[in-house]
């Protein structure tokens, strides 16, 4: 069974700019979790989807949004880059009904 | 706010036992989780305590009071493999969505 896929592995952007990352959840799974987690710190929810509609959002600004796609794949959009966003975007999937998440292995984004 | 406290760095010998603790506050709890990170690698899934009391898998347990807001997770005969950073995670509503505290570093020595 394949896991949680995301790309890219590594994005560079320049302030102001926007960055697109994506996610494949695991087959089965229709909720996508998204995280942020700066360098040496824990995790912070961002988005939560799940059967294409958003269902929860972290406390992040709204220049952070995302959509899921019928297949459960997700997008997420960062919008006029801040150098604080550079940080490794984590996505997850899980089966509704259970609490355990799998992740994947990220999106590094930098912004210079 | 939501706040979740562990200790930042746990140091243990290989073969020992280690535990690592979580205490919480949030505003809601349905369960805690425990995640494990090695460094450059994706969170993956340990434990879920939804009530009180322990559970075990394998040479892992871990172990919820909702009375008392804590929780930890136990590691038996450790290796040198265990060395990783350790996550507790609150699950505070029905959605799902977790509120990580921010890790704690466990080094395996030989």
């Known amino acids: 069974e394949a896991g949680v896929t995301q790309s890219p592995t590594h994005l560079i952007k320049t302030r102001g700019q926007q960055a697109t990352l994506r996610c494949s959840p695991i087959s089965g799974h229709t909720s996508v979790y998204w995280y942020q987690q700066a360098l040496g710190l824990g995790l912070q929810f961002l988005l939560w989807?799940?059967?294409?509609?958003?269902?929860n959002r972290g406390n992040f600004p709204p220049r952070f949004s995302g959509r899921q796609f019928p297949n459960y794949s997700s997008e997420l959009n960062v919008n006029a880059l801040e150098l604080e966003d550079s940080a490794l975007y984590l996505c997850?999937?899980?089966?509704?009904?259970?609490?355990?998440?799998?992740f994947g292995p990220g999106t590094r984004l930098t912004v210079t | 706010g939501q706040s979740l406290e562990q200790p930042s760095e746990v140091t243990a010998v290989e073969g020992a036992i280690v535990q690592i603790n979580c205490t919480y506050q949030?505003?809601?709890?349905?369960?805690l989780s425990w995640y494990q990170q090695h460094d450059g690698g994706a969170p993956t899934f340990l434990s879920y305590?939804?009530?009180?009391g322990l559970e075990e898998t394998g040479r892992f347990s871990s172990f919820l009071s909702r009375s008392d807001s804590y929780g930890y997770l136990l590691l038996q005969e450790l290796q040198m493999k265990d060395s990783a950073s350790y996550f507790c995670a609150v699950r505070m509503d029905s959605s799902y969505k977790l509120i990580f505290g921010s890790g704690t570093r466990l080094l395996v020595r030989p």
């Open positions: 989807y799940d059967e294409g509609e958003e269902r």
């Open positions: 305590n939804a009530l009180d």
């Open positions: 997850a999937s899980g089966p509704l009904d259970r609490a355990e998440q799998y």
């Open positions: 949030t505003s809601g709890f349905y369960g």
